[in-house]
T-cell receptor, first 114, second 113 residues
Framework: GAVVSQHPSRVICKSGTSVKIECRSL??????MFWYRQFPKQSLMLMAT?????????EQGVEKDKFLINHASLTLSTLTVTSAHPEDSSFYIC??????????FGSGTRLTVV | AQKVTQAQTEISVVEKEDVTLDCVYE???????LFWYKQPPSGELVFLIR??????QNEISGRYSWNFQKSTSSFNFTITASQVVDSAVYFC??????????FGTGTRLQVTL
């Protein structure tokens, strides 16, 4: 139980275009979703926290206008990287909180901007 | 920020050796949770263990064991009789009252034949 499905697993896009990443909770309701970014050989850094039906809370240094997060339903949260540039190339992974202090993770999206 | 420190960046061992991965954390929370995750080359995070701050009992699960010492703010992970399939990056993480997970920098474990 408590599975988060993340799509796409890989995406290559041209510089200047936007890319949307989806995370769906398959068998539970995800009231809170966390979005992380991981550069090669680095740790996971929290980008933002979203709660269903409200605006996302972004971590310091993360551009909210560039990384648009929508959590319009209890089973779907999306991250849109707008006007992507090569420096946005990274591994993006979502995580939902399950019960108290439990977490389940999506399988991640490897974004390459060319 | 309340940091999670994994001082070992990379560890290389020969199969069947035991290996311990260190984790030290900072916290101002009375109640918190500690985690270990495994990240194979595919990138997905594999949950290994969750431990709450009130439970200092060590835990063993097959070849894996964990040593939680609140007095030294450490939560170390030992793999006994390592195998090639154990090769991965291992992350220690902490969640406090804000419920956000803070990850350590990770330890890359390479197990060779």
């Amino acid at each position: 139980g408590a599975v988060v499905s993340q799509h796409p697993s890989r995406v290559i896009c041209k510089s200047g275009t936007s890319v949307k990443i989806e995370c769906r909770s398959l068998d539970f309701q995800a009231t809170t979703m966390f979005w992380y970014r991981q550069f090669p050989k680095q740790s996971l850094m929290l980008m933002a926290t979203s709660n269903e039906g409200s605006k996302a809370t972004y971590e310091q240094g993360v551009e909210k206008d560039k990384f648009l997060i929508n959590h319009a339903s209890l089973t779907l949260s999306t991250l849109t990287v707008t006007s992507a540039h090569p420096e946005d190339s990274s591994f993006y992974i979502c995580s939902a909180r399950v019960q108290v202090y439990g977490y389940t993770f999506g399988s991640g999206t490897r974004l390459t901007v060319v | 920020a309340q940091k999670v420190t994994q001082a070992q960046t990379e560890i290389s061992v020969v199969e069947k050796e035991d290996v311990t991965l260190d984790c030290v954390y900072e916290t101002r929370d009375t109640t918190y949770y500690l985690f270990w995750y495994k990240q194979p080359p595919s990138g997905e995070l594999v949950f290994l263990i969750r431990r709450n701050s009130f439970d200092e009992q060590n835990e063993i699960s097959g070849r894996y064991s964990w040593n939680f010492q609140k007095s030294t703010s450490s939560f170390n992970f030992t793999i006994t009789a390592s195998q090639v399939v154990d090769s991965a990056v291992y992350f220690c993480a902490k969640a406090g009252t804000a419920s956000k997970l803070t990850f350590g920098t990770g330890t890359r474990l390479q197990v060779t034949l």
